[in-house]
């Protein structure tokens, strides 16, 4: 009976591994850009990196997430599985199965409806693996800017790489990227909260009225804002679409004791990093990042060169 336990903990492990590894790839990287591109400046609608913005969007963030992925998917979405399976094209077949109320006209705007969020699925797939490598790439400009001109190239290749991989199958990806990702959730989760300790107050963003506050008082400021908040629950959709391979508590699991607490720790770190000094609106994911890796990529950079 305990070695059954044992066996049964360990699979439930393994799984949450490497759900880790394929599910949270798009949803992992998206402090890697997100709040950098809220306070673009070269943006054509620029938020101003005020204090009360600054709250705002980081309170904006958080309520996002919370409410988006942990509410809606974890606690919502992912309980209507077709035998385990998920994602739109499961959805559409519960509908086909469990029949609707309704004539033909309903069946078909239904169904109209699923082939729409089947292309937006496809169209995301599409474009964040290329958002999410160039941006990590980008990040090597902040300490060696002599090798801007590589970032392209890089990304390329690596992005071939990765789709190379994939021909292996699931399990693969996860068991080669599980703990790349563990290491990558506990790196940006340590720096984020560097960030907070020097500038605890961002801490208060965690207050809806922040939020509520920034949207309604600033609206014609706050409305284009959305379009870059929205940034931090791309790929959400992966834990309802990857749920056939990986199972729901696995993937539930880890993203509330692993993945959603880096994440928040690293968006609140990032504000409060702009919070200390406006200037890092440039680049804060990076510039939370400990002086000795930077002092790592310099060498690198004095050798390339």
Same mark, same amino acid.
């Given at each position: 009976?305990?070695?059954?336990?044992?066996?049964?903990?360990?699979?439930?492990?393994?799984?949450?591994?490497?759900?880790?590894?394929?599910? *949270?790839?798009?949803?992992?990287?998206?402090?890697?850009?997100?709040?950098?591109?809220?306070?673009?400046?070269?943006?054509?609608?620029?938020?101003?990196?005020?204090?009360?913005?600054?709250?705002?969007?980081?309170?904006?963030?958080?309520?996002?997430?919370?409410?988006?992925?942990?509410?809606?998917?974890?606690?919502?979405?992912?309980?209507? %599985?077709?035998?385990? @399976?998920?994602?739109?094209?499961?959805?559409?077949?519960?509908?086909?199965?469990?029949?609707?109320?309704?004539?033909?006209?309903?069946?078909?705007?239904?169904?109209?409806?699923?082939?729409?969020?089947?292309?937006?699925?496809?169209?995301?797939?599409?474009?964040?693996?290329?958002?999410?490598?160039?941006?990590?790439? @980008?990040?090597?400009?902040?300490?060696?800017?002599?090798?801007?001109?590589?970032?392209?190239?890089?990304?390329?290749?690596?992005?071939?790489?990765?789709?190379?991989?994939?021909?292996?199958?699931?399990?693969?990806?996860?068991? &080669? *990227?599980?703990?790349?990702?563990? &290491?990558?959730?506990?790196?940006?989760?340590?720096?984020?909260?560097?960030?907070?300790? %020097?500038?605890?107050?961002?801490?208060?963003?965690?207050?809806?009225?922040?939020?509520?506050?920034?949207?309604?008082?600033?609206?014609?400021?706050? *409305?284009?804002?959305?379009?870059?908040?929205?940034?931090?629950?791309?790929?959400?959709?992966?834990?309802?679409?990857?749920?056939?391979?990986?199972?729901?508590?696995?993937?539930?699991?880890?993203?509330?004791?692993?993945?959603?607490?880096?994440?928040?720790?690293?968006?609140?770190?990032?504000?409060?990093?702009?919070?200390?000094?406006?200037?890092?609106?440039?680049?804060?994911?990076?510039?939370?990042?400990?002086?000795?890796?930077?002092?790592?990529?310099?060498?690198?950079?004095?050798?390339?060169?």
């Amino acid at each position: 009976m305990i070695h059954s336990v044992d066996r049964r903990a360990t699979a439930q492990a393994a799984l949450a591994l490497g759900a880790l590894g394929v599910v *949270f790839g798009d949803i992992g990287t998206s402090p890697l850009y997100t709040i950098q591109t809220v306070f673009n400046p070269h943006d054509p609608h620029p938020i101003a990196a005020t204090r009360e913005s600054i709250f705002g969007i980081v309170s904006l963030i958080f309520w996002s997430v919370t409410l988006i992925v942990t509410v809606t998917y974890v606690l919502l979405v992912m309980r209507a %599985d077709n035998d385990g @399976e998920g994602g739109i094209l499961a959805l559409i077949t519960l509908i086909r199965r469990r029949g609707v109320a309704g004539g033909r006209r309903t069946k078909l705007a239904l169904a109209t409806l699923g082939v729409f969020g089947a292309s937006l699925f496809f169209g995301d797939s599409m474009i964040t693996p290329a958002i999410s490598v160039l941006s990590a790439v @980008e990040g090597v400009k902040v300490a060696a800017p002599s090798v801007s001109d590589l970032i392209l190239p890089i990304t390329a290749a690596i992005i071939v790489c990765l789709f190379l991989v994939q021909r292996f199958g699931t399990g693969a990806v996860g068991r &080669l *990227f599980g703990p790349v990702m563990a &290491l990558w959730f506990a790196a940006i989760g340590v720096s984020g909260l560097r960030g907070i300790v %020097d500038h605890p107050e961002i801490l208060k963003a965690v207050s809806p009225s922040y939020a509520l506050g920034f949207l309604f008082g600033h609206f014609s400021t706050a *409305f284009f804002s959305l379009a870059a908040v929205v940034l931090a629950v791309t790929g959400a959709e992966a834990l309802y679409a990857d749920m056939g391979h990986f199972g729901r508590k696995p993937i539930i699991r880890i993203w509330l004791l692993l993945v959603f607490p880096a994440c928040i720790l690293s968006y609140l770190g990032q504000g409060a990093l702009i919070l200390g000094d406006r200037s890092n609106i440039r680049s804060p994911f990076f510039l939370l990042v400990p002086g000795w890796v930077w002092g790592a990529l310099t060498r690198f950079e004095a050798v390339w060169v």
